[in-house]
């Protein structure tokens, strides 16, 4: 295992504190043990408070969205494992601002029982708590079952809008109906060519063949839907798009998408934009306008090799939304 | 190899027109090959201009730092390749506001070759050039020959200093006079576990033994200065500090410090915060305080594992310059 790392147990304990120390002037730790992160200046007043929270090893996700313009709190779990009810619970507390709290989070059974709990014990304080559970992932269920499908990287699209929603000044229901819209409108796909090690487990979390990739899987190393030979970059990228189209054009039109192109660890910047190349004249040939592009790393998996996609079909409230302001640790949009 | 690619010979094709679609607000492309990128607002008028160029393969170099409050211009070579003199006059005519043009790259023996010749062809046309070349890496030479230090991902406060001092309307003499201020002031220096592999080649550019490390490698593979067992990120991130201040101590006094922790490819953003949290405890204990902290791929190797830590000596003229906002491709500061 060839990590910068001290002893395993101390990784989220020594990444947590790095991250503090780097950014005095964006975040707060509201727990002695760092598993609790809110915006510098939490509460705001008068404003929803938006909050998620996840395990760690998927920087950005999910502490790193905290910051202006975007969300106010996150609560940190361990290594691909969920917070607990009480650190979600100290994190609701301090960033309510009197509007209530909207949890947004990605479909996971361990934070969604913790959050569901979190919920109920922040109501009994008389803090209105709403949430938006992210299941973006077309590679983790077939759309029959979509309820139950994975979040994976559009959960930045859930974030952005409703943090921006929020900023100003709606309702907790305003922001919460404008998340769900984004969450009926964002679909993801992934696509990994290595696994990634656990610093605690020290070898690799799955296997593929020397020259094997495979289509749909999760960030923490779920099977997917296609083990097969890799494929070109093009034929990659044509599949993924095709997959999230399909999938968003059965229940909407798409005219105007904004479209993510997120690496999964260790895969180069280039092999991203390469990727998007394709992916943009795809959407150019459909007729289909991109409005705006993220490309980079927004969800991580480690060290995993592999990027997925993810598009969002736009409207105009969505692209004045997309378009607000916001700083965190690894982005800034001006 | 596993990569996100089409054919090997288009790769830095493709990567560009990917790069150019992404961002056609920020970015215009001056040659049909698209070898020569600029700020889409270029030439800006009485503005000295700031041009760079480099190889493909280690984005967000060189071309990614492009853009407003940045660089002017950048022209591309091939993967670890130097761009032609053709290409780089390209950009120098296209960038030059009337104010002249100052070239910054890195320390390595086909760019200085063109960028001199380019220089003399600027200068025949009426184009004032000045250059200064980035030699960071104190893991490439001993203190006695540090003009031949290699330059790595110190350049970006090059880069900083130099676009912020020439945004605030300063004549070439003295843009050129701070970026060689900052040029004395940085150090550098890497640690790879493991090797990249050059889309072309198809296989690793050099070897490491399974718990092997080597400190000091250049982000091209260039051998460095020590092999050996891999130590824990403490003992690694303190040697690498140790080396730096060693260096700069020697000819001026330090009191406070920007910190630059890159990522070479494939390191995890978590892993470069728990190096960071040691350098940050070991700068303290020194009594230097930090003022600025960039931590993220700054100068990458394709998908090399393996960190390197810049420092920046702080005076009250650098911190004003590193705080001016600039909005690049890849990172924006407010």
């Not at 900023?167 to 305003?174: K, P, V």
């Not at 995993?304 to 598009?311: A, D, F, P, R």
Request: aromatic share 6%.
């Amino acid at each position: 295992m060839k990590k910068f790392i001290n002893d395993p147990d101390d990784f989220v304990d020594e990444m947590l504190e790095g991250i503090l120390l780097a950014n005095p002037n964006h975040l707060r730790s509201i727990r002695d043990d760092n598993r609790g992160l809110v915006r510098i200046d939490a509460p705001v007043k008068n404003k929803v408070a938006i909050v998620t929270g996840g395990g760690s090893g998927h920087l950005p996700l999910f502490l790193g969205y905290v910051g202006k313009g975007m969300l106010d709190g996150a609560s940190v779990g361990e290594v691909f494992a969920a917070s607990s009810v009480q650190q979600m619970l100290d994190v609701t507390r301090a960033v309510d601002g009197g509007e209530g709290v909207l949890y947004v989070y990605g479909n996971y059974s361990g934070d969604v029982m913790n959050f569901e709990m979190a919920a109920e014990l922040a109501e009994t304080e008389g803090i209105r708590v709403e949430s938006v559970v992210a299941r973006d992932d077309v590679g983790s269920m077939p759309k029959e079952f979509e309820d139950q499908r994975r979040g994976v990287a559009g959960i930045f699209y859930l974030y952005k809008i409703a943090s921006a929603k929020a900023a100003t000044g709606a309702s907790l229901d305003e922001v919460k109906a404008v998340t769900e819209k984004v969450n009926n409108s964002v679909r993801s796909i992934g696509v990994a060519l290595s696994p990634c090690i656990l610093p605690s487990v020290g070898k690799p979390n799955f296997k593929l063949g020397e020259d094997e990739m495979e289509i749909g899987m999760g960030i923490h190393g779920e099977p997917g839907i296609k083990r097969g030979k890799i494929d070109s970059a093009d034929k990659i990228a044509e599949s993924l798009v095709v997959a999230i189209l399909e999938d968003l054009y059965t229940n909407q039109e798409i005219k105007e998408v904004s479209v993510l192109v997120n690496g999964l660890g260790s895969t180069p910047l280039e092999e991203l934009y390469v990727v998007y190349r394709k992916i943009h004249h795809h959407l150019e040939n459909k007729g289909i306008k991109v409005y705006k592009v993220f490309i980079g790393e927004y969800a991580t998996s480690l060290e995993m090799t592999g990027l997925s996609v993810s598009l969002l079909n736009l409207d105009e409230e969505l692209k004045d939304l997309l378009d607000m302001p916001f700083e965190t640790p690894f982005h800034v949009q001006q």
